[in-house]
Nanobody, 125 residues
Framework: QVQLVESGGGSVQAGGSLRLSCAAS????????MAWFRQAPGKEREFVAA????????RYADSVKVRFTISRDNAKNTVYLQMNSLKPEDTAVYYC??????????????????WGQGTQVTVSS
């Protein structure tokens, strides 16, 4: 079993920045792909960014490319999401997820089997 705890969410004005963290416990995730998804009110949960086991490969949703950066520190069992130039449409609950069966990046929700509880990000105009 893996427990994931997100932190770093909050309220920020448009154009601002936030850095989300996701700390894993229960087992090491150094061999596993990890990802961030988000869900806005009344919408489906959508892919934001993913990173492979080593950090050598990343994928981003078109809506966040250039503005967001995913990274990981396997020594700390933690993955990060640096969010810059935030927009009101980035407002959502952000979830981190891990694939315990693969180290390869996927953008599909079904590719991840453990999820955190989420952290709220609110961007005001």
């Amino acid at each position: 079993q893996v427990q994931l705890v997100e932190s770093g969410g909050g309220s920020v004005q448009a154009g601002g920045s936030l850095r989300l963290s996701c700390a894993a416990s229960g087992r090491t995730i150094s061999s596993n792909a990890m990802a961030w998804f988000r869900q806005a009110p009344g919408k489906e949960r959508e892919f934001v960014a993913a990173i492979n086991w080593s950090g050598s490969m990343t994928r981003y949703a078109d809506s966040v490319k250039v503005r967001f950066t995913i990274s990981r520190d396997n020594a700390k069992n933690t993955v990060y999401l640096q969010m810059n130039s935030l927009k009101p449409e980035d407002t959502a609950v952000y979830y981190c997820a891990v694939s315990t069966v693969s180290g390869v990046v996927t953008t599909s929700k079904g590719g991840y089997d453990y999820w955190g509880q989420g952290t709220q990000v609110t961007v005001s105009s």
